[in-house]
């Protein structure tokens, strides 16, 4: 079936509620992409001609359309239904039931959540709907608590662009604006021009001619109209601009005074530390040890740790022989001594080890009399006598013999006995 003007509007006409019927009228418009942006012009026209009930049919019509496009990526319809969809929805919103705005607001948040257009469009869309919500009286409250777009809930623009959000909603209105009025001029345009169009009667042509300045006033009006809004953002963007190129150049000073101010600061630290280690150095030199000096301050502002002291020498840890343990004059291994006291009342044999010679006997003088030891022995106390030792040696016992030899010559040897016993002991001598 050739595609024409009357095919669209008729199958616009049967179009229900339904969504075979949505899905079969989808599907012919699909097929006849090439003639997308015609059929957003007739589906426009015949939107603002129907009631309210059939208004949400045709914006079905459009959903199922877009979705389809835009699964397919053909964008044939995209582009045709961009300059149009906000006038579109914001058309079929008007004075709609609540139950008709909410499903409206329902396709218009699907269309947000699934990217159908581009943003600039749906930020379009959106602002002619949150327009219609505030145009109500302040009695009526819309369903839903209000715009499903508002910002209420989300994060608002800072208080620096307040005054540019409506500079920027008009902005996008003047776009949707131009993009459907031109394009319905220069499409009348070529139709009209167009060489190969066979003329109509001058009355005919008249009247083409006068629609055709009609449209083009339009384009032209809208145009204008975004071009006065773009210059008053430029004209806000630009003073905005100014303001934090003021507020950059304060910021840079500031940064560079902290900067200069931080790196004082910073070599300041370096001397008051510096000079904290050299105070505790000269305190404690007095107990350092020498040849450990304390550490030097580098550049970067480490310390070395001082040098270790040189290790002190430290004898072979091999023990020396035994016979240098030994002392001169001891007794020979096997050999026994035999040592009695004065009074022959006991006998004390001991076992030398590692001896070169015996024990000497005592000196006596000569020109002693006979019987001087055992005097001498009487006039001591008894004791014992040990092995030599490298403590009590012959040397010892020599020095004791002479000592008592000495006491004993500066006396009288029987002073001390008995008279019997003094007596006998001078019989035995020959009475000296």
């Excluded at 005919?204 to 008053?232: C, F, M, T, Y």
């Excluded at 016992?397 to 006995?417: P, T, W």
């Amino acid at each position: 079936m050739a595609y024409t003007d009357d095919q669209v509007r008729a199958k616009l006409s049967a179009l229900n509620e339904t969504q075979e019927s949505i899905v079969t009228v989808a599907q012919w418009i699909m097929f006849h992409r090439r003639h997308a942006d015609r059929t957003g012009h007739l589906w426009l026209q015949r939107l603002k001609d129907s009631g309210a009930g059939k208004r949400l049919n045709l914006i079905y019509l459009a959903n199922e359309v877009a979705q389809q496009s835009k699964a397919r990526k053909k964008d044939d319809f995209l582009i045709a239904f961009s300059p149009i969809i906000a006038e579109a929805t914001a058309t079929a919103y008007k004075g709609a039931t609540n139950e008709v705005q909410a499903k409206l607001r329902r396709v218009v948040e699907v269309w947000r959540q699934r990217q159908i257009f581009e943003p600039t469009i749906q930020e379009a869309v959106e602002a002619r709907i949150s327009d219609l919500d505030k145009s109500r009286s302040s009695g009526r409250k819309p369903l839903l608590g209000g715009s499903l777009f508002s910002s209420s809930n989300g994060p608002s623009a800072p208080a620096e662009l307040q005054h540019l959000v409506p500079m920027q909603i008009a902005i996008s209105k003047a776009a949707v604006a131009i993009s459907a009025s031109v394009s319905n001029a220069n499409t009348e345009y070529d139709k009209l021009m167009d060489p190969q169009t066979p003329a109509p009667t001058p009355p005919v042509h008249a009247a083409r001619l006068s629609a055709l300045l009609k449209s083009l006033a339009n384009a032209e009006g809208a145009v204008s109209e975004s071009i006065k809004a773009r210059q008053d953002l430029i004209g806000g963007l630009e003073k905005l601009l100014e303001t934090n190129r003021t507020a950059l150049a304060s910021e840079q000073t500031q940064y560079q005074e902290l900067v200069t101010r931080k790196t004082a600061v910073e070599a300041k630290k370096r001397d008051v530390e510096d000079g904290i280690m050299r105070g505790l150095s000269a305190d404690t030199s007095g107990s350092i040890i020498q040849g450990n000096p304390p550490s030097e301050a580098q550049p970067n502002g480490q310390h070395e740790p001082p040098a270790e002291p040189e290790r002190p020498q430290i004898e072979a840890l091999t023990p020396p022989p035994v016979e240098s343990l030994t002392p001169i004059g001891s007794p020979r291994l096997g050999e026994e001594a035999t040592i009695t006291s004065a009074t022959g009342a006991d006998i004390y044999q001991e076992q030398q080890a590692n001896t070169a010679s015996t024990i000497p006997p005592p000196f006596v003088p000569a020109g002693i009399p006979a019987g001087f030891d055992l005097l001498s022995s009487l006039s001591m106390p008894p004791h014992h006598a040990y092995a030599a030792s490298p403590t009590n040696g012959s040397a010892y016992k020599k020095r004791k013999v002479e000592a008592d030899f000495d006491d004993f010559i500066g006396g009288d040897a029987m002073a001390d006995l008995d008279e019997d016993v003094a007596e006998l002991l001078r019989a035995e001598s020959g009475g000296r």
